[in-house]
């Protein structure tokens, strides 16, 4: 079976580049059924707002089983309000639709839930009973309002034969420092899946120290609270790229500091003032804004400061995805200085770096992790995580030689325990896929990391930036003869990553938008590489 099945060609007008039916519509006269039903709700709800469309943050949809996937809408008539409601405090009915063609004629599915002001407003259906790999469209209808019309699609059957995945990824998207024109492109690329991989919002608000290099401002200040964090995503959600982008496929989501505070781990905020309690309550708040705004499971409903976020999603005999969540479990940063816990390039006399103790996933989802690898089965294993996983001896602002503290080199043990675990289970074809540095980097990932000729365990791709400042790229340059497992970093371009995997082979493109002021940038491929099946390590072509 292949991906495409044959209405979801050209034939039905939607092309790679034309995603129809994304903007937002608002029609007062709804037909047939869904009118009944509608007017029904209103009369029993009443109206929350005459303002306009409740649907102004679009629809999303996650999690992609083979017989469902997640669908996601948030109602709020205005999304920036100051007390963080979205503009509506009663509690609302929502209608959700999903249907086999893109003019929602053929509706397979409908169904009402309730939303209301506990979880803003927000709404979260687990659509099950779907055919497995192939598209759907979906909407939802609320206070008499139709949502945008989004496209998703569910993965193959587990045993099926899949001849071809198209994902991309993505991660760090300042929405102060530029527009967000690689989601468009990542959008108009089709992909079958995006994987988003942290810094999907930003907590602190550039515009209050570097005003000058602001190209549109936050919401507010710094978010610390409910209101804060849910204002920061909705504020997002108002963008017409990363709206075009959620409802153009399906997603799948983790996260980074920056979802919460610049360096956290675990409990530990990067101020040392701050008392675990004190950070935990501000965790609490940040995770339950985050699942509020994503397609995310009911497993993922947040329980006070924690939410399950990592997951396994396998699509058909091909890939299996595993979701890993790098801030939850984590231990605290080692060698932390006294004035402050953020990261930092140590030297190498902090061997607290290497504390077999010590672990970045946390020890039970190592476990999770390493259970896993014992009985896949796909082609392929995608390991989508939050950070650059290869070594990298690098120098600090100051000078100092050493490793960064606040990524895998700080966890190097845990680093070493997943390799070989890879090892150990003969996982096959795995390829690790990460963010945060706002760079592009392919890598080795070595069976002993100190010895560049020892066999080379996993590939690695990580992607830039869709907004956020690359890192020095001189500095960075100079330090790669130290590093002959990196086989390729650029910081200067901000752009994400696009990969056609096949059985056979795994294509993966790096791509740089002209210029993040520019609302109309432009897209263009920086580097593809080629890993081959049973070979890992990736070969520019
Ligand atoms: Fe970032
Ligand atoms: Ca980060």
């Known amino acids: 079976m292949t991906k495409q099945i044959p209405s979801s060609s050209a034939s039905n007008g939607l092309s790679r580049r034309g995603i129809p039916l994304l903007r937002p519509t608002r029609r007062t006269l709804l037909t047939g059924t869904t009118a009944a039903v509608s007017m029904a709700l209103i009369s029993r709800y009443g109206r929350a707002s005459q ?13 992609p089983t083979s017989d469902g996937v997640v669908l996601w809408t948030r109602l709020a008539p205005e999304p920036l309000a100051p007390d963080g409601s979205g503009g509506i405090t009663e509690a609302a009915l929502v209608t959700w639709e999903i249907a086999a063609d893109e003019a929602m004629r053929q509706v397979v599915q409908r169904g009402t839930v309730e939303a209301d002001r506990r979880l803003a407003h927000s709404v979260h259906v687990e659509v099950a009973g779907l055919q497995p790999n192939r598209p759907y469209w979906y909407r939802f209808i609320a206070l008499g309002a139709e949502s945008p019309i989004g496209r998703t699609r569910t993965a193959p059957a587990a045993t099926d034969n899949v001849d071809h995945l198209r994902f991309a990824f993505a991660s760090c998207s300042h929405y102060e420092l530029g527009y967000f024109s690689a989601y468009r492109h990542m959008a108009a690329d089709d992909p079958d899946l995006v994987l988003f991989l942290g810094d999907y919002i930003y907590e602190y608000t550039v515009s209050q120290e570097y005003a000058d290099r602001t190209v549109r401002k936050h919401d507010g200040p710094t978010a610390v609270d409910l209101v ?9 959600r108002t963008d017409p790229d990363l709206q075009t982008l959620h409802a153009a496929a399906p997603c799948l989501v983790t996260w980074d500091d920056h979802e919460v505070e610049n360096d956290y781990a675990n409990e530990w905020s990067q101020v040392v003032a701050t008392t675990p309690e004190a950070f935990l309550r501000r965790r609490a708040a940040a995770y339950q804004a985050y699942y509020e705004h994503m397609p995310l499971r009911a497993r993922s409903l947040p329980h006070g400061s924690t939410l399950r976020l990592h997951d396994r999603i396998r699509f058909g005999n091909l ?3 595993s979701v890993l969540d790098g801030r939850q479990y984590r231990s605290q940063q080692p060698c932390a200085r006294p004035d402050t816990r953020r990261g930092y ?46 070594q990298l001896r690098q120098k600090g602002a100051d000078g100092v030689v050493g490793h960064w503290t606040e990524g895998w080199d700080g966890y190097a043990a845990g680093r070493r325990r997943m390799l070989e675990a890879i090892d150990q289970t003969r ?71 696009r990969v056609d995997l096949t059985r056979r082979r795994m294509e993966t493109s790096f791509l740089v938008i002209s210029d993040r002021r520019d609302p109309k940038a432009t897209v263009s491929t920086m580097k593809r590489f080629v890993v081959e099946n049973g070979k890992p390590g990736g070969v520019a072509d």
């Open 345 to 390: 390039v140590a030297p190498d006399s902090c061997t607290e770096r290497v504390d077999e103790n010590r672990t970045l996933l946390g020890f039970e989802q190592e476990r999770w992790l390493f259970d896993g690898f014992k009985t896949a089965d796909t082609a392929w294993n995608v390991l989508a995580q939050n950070q650059l996983i290869a």
């Open 319 to 321: 890939v299996t995805f």
């Open 51 to 63: 303002s306009g469309t409740p649907f102004t943050l679009g629809v999303a949809s996650g999690a």
């Open 427 to 497: 996982l096959t074809n795995p390829v690790f896929i990460g963010g945060d540095i706002h760079s592009f980097w392919a890598t080795d990932l070595k069976a002993d990391l100190g010895d560049p000729t020892s066999k080379t365990i996993a590939t690695e791709f990580v992607g830039t930036s869709i907004t956020s400042d690359g890192p020095p790229y001189q500095r960075f340059m100079e330090m790669l003869p130290e590093n002959p497992h990196v086989r390729f970093f650029d910081s200067r371009q901000r752009g994400y990553v």
């Open 228 to 236: 804060g964090y849910r204002n920061r995503y909705a504020l997002h």
